[in-house]
């Protein structure tokens, strides 16, 4: 069975920094895109960060510059590094994995459970 597990959040003060890590488990082909949304509190879950499998990147404007994603693909790994973290950054960070598998493979969306990172003032 296919799944996603992350780790990593936690709790840190403004100006700290985060690593957050998802590893792919499973019987499955290859992996495509691989990334991190986040939910805010109250609001809806928005695209953090993403990379291709041929490494195109691409970042939300909130948090270019600070925020940096990478993926080992021997490992099915993908990693968050957060830096000059702030509160606004407070949320529950999902990874997100477009998985290919099957008999006729194809690809299929996966999402993680989910890890807070709050971020204090």
């Known amino acids: 069975q296919v799944q996603l597990v992350e780790s990593g959040g936690g709790l840190v003060q403004a100006g700290g920094s985060l690593r957050l890590s998802c590893a792919a488990s499973?019987?499955?082909?290859?992996?495509?895109?691989m990334g991190w949304y986040r939910q805010p509190p109250g609001k809806q879950r928005e695209l953090v960060a993403q990379i291709t499998s041929g490494g195109v990147i691409d970042y939300a404007a909130s948090v270019k510059g600070r925020f940096t994603i990478s993926r080992d693909n021997a490992k099915n790994t993908v990693y968050l590094q957060m830096n000059s973290l702030e509160p606004e950054d407070t949320a529950v960070y999902y990874c997100?994995?477009?998985?290919?598998?099957?008999?006729?493979?194809?690809?299929?969306?996966?999402w993680g459970r989910g890890t807070q990172v709050t971020v204090s003032s």
């Open positions: 997100n994995a477009d998985i290919v598998y099957g008999f006729i493979p194809r690809a299929h969306d996966y």
């Open positions: 499973g019987s499955f082909f290859s992996i495509n895109a």
